[in-house]
């Protein structure tokens, strides 16, 4: 009898390994899926970017912040000068008043102001990619980012919360 109800408590025991591998691994495939999905599509978006773009007169600008709040976002551009646009990446930015926009700027040396090149909006997990083409043609010194009314300004008039070095 004995050695009946161990076997049984063998069984359960191999049972329920076995169903807890089986949730382990269901769970581990589903996030191995969600990694796959998200590199198919940086790989997508990284191939838009490149589409049509002679890459060998691609300047890239890596933009940083010194407020706080702000230095775990990350933006990149990737700009064209001689067709005079570029594209702006945006990831873990800050969620900012529903009545303020995110604004890009290009820095020209020559011009008095910064250049506007359009309104960025985030979508619900802080990432955007946008093409831009700036207002006016720029040689292109620097990028910023700041934060604008909605709908964005003509002149930065908001703080300049990213800027590339």
Known sequence: RFREVMAWAAAAVFAMGCVWFWKVSETTGRRLAAANQQIGTLE??????????????????????????????????????????????????PRIPTEKDYQLWVVDPAQPNPVDAGVVRLDENGFARVRFKPSAAVTAGKFAISVERQGGVPVAQGPIVLVSQ
């Open 44 to 93: 997508r978006d990284l191939a838009e970017a490149a589409r049509g773009l002679d890459l060998s007169r691609i300047e890239v600008a890596s933009l940083k912040s010194t407020i706080e709040e702000y230095r775990e976002g990350v933006a990149l551009v990737l700009w064209d000068a001689e067709k005079q646009e570029g594209v702006l990446k945006l990831e873990k930015m």
